[in-house]
Nanobody
Framework: QVQLVESGGGSVQAGGSLRLSCAAS????????MGWYRQAPGKQRELVAT???????NYADAVKGRFTISRDDAKNSVYLQMNSLKPEDTAVYYC??????????????WGQGTQVTVSS
C-alpha cells in the first residue's frame, strides 16, 4: 500500500506565496510521474503541474510563470512553490503519483488534499 501525504496549505493574501509538500511512503520501487491537481468548490478536479522522473515539467496555463513543481527522489517527495497567488487559486490541492511496486505493478494513489485559500 502506497500513501501520499500533503502538507503546507493555508490562508494567504493575494500576491503571497505558499509551498506545498507531498511525501510518498510504502512499498515503492520507483515513482514515475508526480503531480499536483486542485479542486475548487463546485468545479471538477484539474491539473496544476506534473513532473517526470527525468525532470520534465508541465503546467496548466493558469499557473505558468507563478508556480514551480520540483521533486526529491531520495525522499519520494514532490513540491509545489506557489508565488503571486490569486483568489482564483483557492482550492483543495491534491498530490498524485504513478508508483511502480516491487512486483512491477503500477498504482496511482492520491493524497488526502490540503486547503489553499487566497483572499483579495
Amino acid at each position: 500500500q502506497v500513501q501520499l501525504v500533503e502538507s503546507g496549505g493555508g490562508s494567504v493574501q493575494a500576491g503571497g506565496s505558499l509551498r506545498l509538500s507531498c511525501a510518498a511512503s510504502g512499498r515503492i520501487f520507483s515513482i514515475n510521474v508526480m503531480g499536483w491537481y486542485r479542486q475548487a468548490p463546485g468545479k471538477q478536479r484539474e491539473l496544476v503541474a506534473t513532473i517526470t522522473s527525468g525532470g520534465s515539467t508541465n503546467y496548466a496555463d493558469a499557473v505558468k510563470g507563478r508556480f514551480t513543481i520540483s521533486r526529491d527522489d531520495a525522499k519520494n517527495s514532490v513540491y509545489l512553490q506557489m508565488n503571486s497567488l490569486k483568489p482564483e487559486d483557492t482550492a483543495v490541492y491534491y498530490c498524485n503519483a504513478e508508483v511502480r511496486s516491487y512486483t512491477y505493478s503500477y498504482t496511482y494513489p492520491w493524497g488526502q488534499g490540503t486547503q489553499v485559500t487566497v483572499s483579495s
